[in-house]
C-alpha cells in the first residue's frame, strides 16, 4: 500500500499518508460485523453468512446503498489479531461462511487475518463479494484463502460506469475478472446440506429505465456459460440516490424487472435468483443502527 494498486484505479499513492480513491488509509477499517440473512439462499444456510462490511470503497456510486460505510472512513480501526478473533466468533455462532464485504482496497489487511484465524481452527468457506471492479493480479491474491466469489456486474457498458460509479473502465475491467473467475473457481458447489462451498455467483442489480444495460449483462454471461448462477435483484432504492436523473429518482417498475428475469430465461440459465419488488425497503441497512438489516443485532 505505499503505491497502491489494489483495485484497476492504481492511485499509486501511499496510504500511510493519505486516503486513496477509496477514502481509506492503510489501517483496517470496519463498518460493522453482522450475521447477515439477506443473500442468495445457499449462501445464508444454518444462523446465516458472517458478513464484515469494511469501510470505504473504490467506487463511488451515485445510488449506494452502503453510503454510510463506503463513501468515507467511518467504522473501527482493527489489527489483524482484532479481525481473526471476530471470523472466529462468526464460525462459534453457527454461520455457514465467511462474508467480506468490498474487502478488495484492504486485501494486504485481510489475508493475514484469514491466514491467522485458519491456523486457530477457522474451517467455514470464505466468500469475495464484491462489485466486480477488480483487477486479476488483486484476485490472484485470494487464491486458495477465497472459495466462493458473489460479484456484481454492475453495469453492460464503460459509459454506466462512468455516469453511476465514477469510473471510466468498469465495464471492461469486470468482464475480465469475471470471466477470470469463471475459469479458475467454477461453478456453485453445494455440501449436503444445500450449503454453497464454493464457486462463482454473478449479481446484477437493474436500474430504472434499464441505465445499467442488463440485456448486455446476460449476454455476456451468457457467452462464458450458462452454469453460471446469475443474482437478479430489484432492491434499487431511489432515496438513496444523490444525482439528478429523473428517471433514477423513481423505484424500479415491475415491467422493467420482469423483462430482465425473462431475458435470463429465454437465454436458458440453469441457476436464477430473483427478488421480490418490496426488496428495496427489506435490504436497504441502517449502519447507525444496532440492528442494520432489521433482524440481527450487530457484533460489532
Ligand atoms: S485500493 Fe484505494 S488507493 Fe488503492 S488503487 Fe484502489 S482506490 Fe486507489
Not at 483495485?7 to 486516503?19: E, M, N, V, Y
Not at 440473512?37 to 451515485?62: T, Y
Not at 440453469?270 to 432489521?294: M, N, R
Request: glycine share 10%; aromatic share 8%; proline share 6%.
Amino acid at each position: 500500500m505505499t503505491g497502491c494498486g489494489l483495485c484497476p484505479r492504481r492511485c499509486g499513492i501511499d496510504r500511510a499518508g493519505a486516503p486513496g480513491a477509496c477514502g481509506v488509509g492503510e489501517e483496517l477499517m470496519v463498518g460493522a460485523i453482522v450475521i447477515h440473512r439477506g443473500e442468495e439462499p445457499p449462501l445464508v444456510k444454518g444462523a446465516g453468512s458472517g458478513a464484515v462490511f469494511f469501510s470505504g470503497c473504490p467506487l463511488k456510486c451515485v445510488y449506494c446503498q452502503n453510503r454510510q460505510i463506503s463513501h468515507g472512513a467511518a467504522g473501527e480501526i482493527l489489527s489483524e489479531e482484532e479481525l481473526a478473533g471476530y471470523l472466529l466468533l462468526l464460525q462459534e455462532r453457527g454461520c455457514s461462511n465467511i462474508n467480506l464485504v468490498s474487502p478488495t482496497h484492504f486485501a494486504l489487511r485481510i489475508i493475514p487475518a484469514l491466514d491467522l484465524a485458519r491456523a486457530k481452527g477457522l474451517d467455514l468457506p470464505v466468500m469475495l463479494n464484491s462489485s466486480g471492479y477488480e483487477s486479476i493480479e488483486s484476485l490472484t491474491c485470494w487464491a486458495g484463502r477465497a472459495h466462493l466469489y458473489l460479484m456484481d456486474l454492475k453495469y453492460g457498458d464503460n459509459e454506466a460506469g462512468r455516469m453511476f460509479s465514477r469510473v471510466n473502465d468498469y465495464w471492461d475491467r469486470a468482464q475480465e475478472a469475471v470471466a477470470h473467475l469463471w475459469k479458475t473457481v467454477g461453478p456453485l458447489c453445494l455440501d449436503g446440506e444445500g450449503r454453497a462451498v464454493s464457486g462463482l455467483v454473478v449479481r446484477h442489480l437493474v436500474l430504472p429505465g434499464m441505465r445499467s444495460n442488463p440485456f448486455a449483462v446476460l449476454e455476456f454471461l451468457a457467452g462464458l456459460s450458462l452454469e453460471i448462477p446469475v443474482s437478479i435483484m430489484s432492491q434499487y432504492n431511489p432515496r438513496t440516490y444523490t444525482g439528478d436523473l429523473p428517471e433514477m429518482k423513481r423505484a424500479l417498475l415491475p415491467d422493467e424487472y420482469e423483462v430482465v428475469l425473462e431475458r435470463a430465461a429465454d437465454l436458458e440459465f440453469s441457476t436464477i435468483f430473483a427478488q421480490g419488488l418490496d426488496a428495496s425497503s427489506v435490504y436497504t441497512p441502517d449502519f447507525q443502527s444496532e440492528i442494520p438489516f432489521g433482524d440481527k443485532r450487530r457484533i460489532l
